[in-house]
């Protein structure tokens, strides 16, 4: 007999944050319960057979890949709390630890106006409540630009929680919440945001789990011109990451870590033609691999595994929370 997911999730509470949460005021409640978990195992599986049966056409729609290993040092900086992030195997993997006096952060020496921008990611495991680790780019300017990838600790045996949020020129709220489908601390795994003219898709491993098209002709601003660096951080958000938050980090366990690796960097970094503004655009005879027909639109295959992760695994989406935003915003309404 099918699961229904109304009839087996229990309350799990979204908290309002002035810059990192995502719900409104009202704190929309969301469910999750043990049979949640089943749902979500039999969720994915379904997902695990529908990548299986698209790999074909994913490998030739898929993101391209660098071949070539990048140490920590080559295109990336310690940002904050050095005695916090230690560099292991010649630099090819980095852990941000996280304990009651700091976290850390390390960002991009350069900053890249689109690309394929990835890391991999392995999270704190079993008792990670309270904890955010995150993957993003920022442009750090007053009217900032940002893609969010931020991961939501848990109590053991509970499934994580990734968030992702969008900021064009200053504005954010465009918060969405997905449960993943597997224990992202046991083994890595790719994060990454392809970004070109046409539009935004935050990838987990090659399933794609969001798309922010470009809908200029909406009125709907998108990120054209500001370049963006690329950051991995990790630090204690326990007021509000889990379970709104009702359950605070337990500093028994202490530290928290975090890795990551791959440190290469496939983007257009506008610095390398000064004299050039549309360096970063294709056009004529410049062609990024990024602007290619085949990378502007998702495929069929990865429109069915997207549909799967909103029917699924999806606990808040800011498209469908209409206390918060009354008529919905005009993106909500267009085809990814």
Same mark, same amino acid.
């Given at each position: 007999?099918?699961?229904?997911?109304?009839?087996?999730?229990?309350?799990?509470?979204?908290?309002?944050?002035?810059?990192?949460?995502?719900?409104?005021?009202?704190?929309?409640?969301?469910?999750?319960?043990?049979?949640?978990?089943?749902?979500?195992?039999?969720?994915?599986?379904? $997902?695990?057979?529908?990548? !299986?049966?698209?790999?074909?056409?994913?490998?030739?729609?898929?993101?391209?890949?660098?071949?070539?290993?990048?140490?920590?040092?080559?295109?990336?900086? $310690?940002?904050?709390? =050095?005695?916090?992030?230690?560099?292991?195997?010649? !630099?090819?993997?980095?852990?941000?630890?996280?304990?009651?006096?700091?976290?850390?952060?390390?960002?991009?020496?350069?900053?890249?106006?689109?690309?394929?921008?990835?890391?991999?990611?392995?999270?704190?495991?079993?008792?990670?409540?309270?904890?955010?680790?995150?993957?993003?780019?920022?442009?750090?300017?007053?009217?900032?630009?940002?893609?969010?990838?931020?991961?939501?600790?848990?109590?053991?045996?509970? &499934?994580?929680?990734? #968030?992702?949020?969008?900021?064009?020129?200053?504005?954010?709220?465009?918060?969405?919440?997905?449960?993943?489908?597997?224990?992202?601390?046991?083994?890595?795994?790719?994060?990454?945001?392809?970004?070109? #003219?046409? #539009?935004?898709?935050?990838?987990?491993?090659?399933?794609?789990?969001?798309?922010?098209?470009?809908?200029?002709?909406?009125?709907? &601003?998108?990120?054209?011109?500001? &370049?963006?660096?690329?950051?991995?951080?990790?630090?204690?958000?326990?007021?509000?990451?889990?379970?709104?938050?009702?359950?605070?980090?337990?500093?028994?366990?202490?530290?928290?870590?975090?890795?990551?690796?791959?440190?290469?960097?496939?983007?257009?970094?506008?610095?390398?033609?000064?004299?050039?503004?549309?360096?970063?655009?294709?056009?004529?005879?410049?062609?990024?691999?990024?602007?290619?027909?085949?990378?502007?639109?998702?495929?069929?295959?990865?429109?069915?595994?997207?549909?799967?992760?909103?029917?699924?695994?999806?606990?808040?989406?800011?498209?469908?929370?209409?206390?918060?935003?009354?008529?919905?915003?005009?993106?909500? =309404?267009?085809?990814?």
């Amino acid at each position: 007999m099918a699961i229904d997911p109304a009839d087996t999730r229990k309350q799990w509470l979204l908290s309002r944050d002035e810059c990192r949460c995502c719900c409104s005021s009202t704190r929309p409640k969301i469910l999750l319960s043990i049979a949640a978990l089943a749902l979500l195992v039999t969720a994915a599986v379904v $997902i695990g057979a529908s990548v !299986g049966a698209t790999r074909a056409s994913a490998r030739n729609h898929r993101h391209k890949r660098s071949s070539n290993a990048a140490t920590f040092d080559e295109n990336y900086n $310690i940002s904050w709390s =050095g005695d916090h992030v230690r560099l292991l195997n010649g !630099g090819l993997l980095a852990d941000i630890l996280l304990d009651k006096q700091s976290g850390a952060e390390f960002g991009s020496k350069r900053s890249y106006l689109f690309g394929h921008l990835k890391m991999q990611m392995k999270l704190v495991a079993n008792d990670s409540a309270g904890t955010v680790t995150a993957f993003y780019m920022a442009s750090h300017t007053e009217n900032r630009d940002e893609f969010d990838f931020e991961f939501l600790g848990n109590r053991s045996g509970q &499934p994580y929680a990734l #968030q992702t949020n969008i900021y064009v020129n200053g504005t954010g709220g465009r918060e969405q919440r997905i449960l993943l489908w597997f224990d992202p601390s046991l083994d890595y795994h790719t994060y990454s945001v392809l970004w070109n #003219q046409y #539009q935004v898709i935050f990838f987990v491993d090659d399933t794609p789990v969001r798309v922010f098209r470009n809908n200029s002709h909406l009125g709907v &601003p998108y990120a054209f011109s500001q &370049p963006m660096r690329i950051f991995g951080s990790m630090w204690n958000g326990e007021q509000w990451a889990t379970v709104g938050g009702l359950e605070k980090t337990n500093w028994n366990y202490a530290p928290f870590i975090a890795s990551f690796q791959d440190f290469a960097i496939d983007g257009c970094d506008p610095s390398s033609s000064p004299g050039d503004p549309g360096f970063c655009f294709s056009s004529g005879n410049r062609n990024h691999w990024w602007d290619e027909e085949k990378y502007r639109v998702l495929d069929v295959g990865q429109l069915d595994n997207l549909g799967s992760i909103v029917r699924n695994y999806t606990i808040y989406d800011y498209c469908t929370d209409t206390k918060r935003y009354s008529p919905v915003p005009p993106e909500c =309404g267009a085809n990814p």
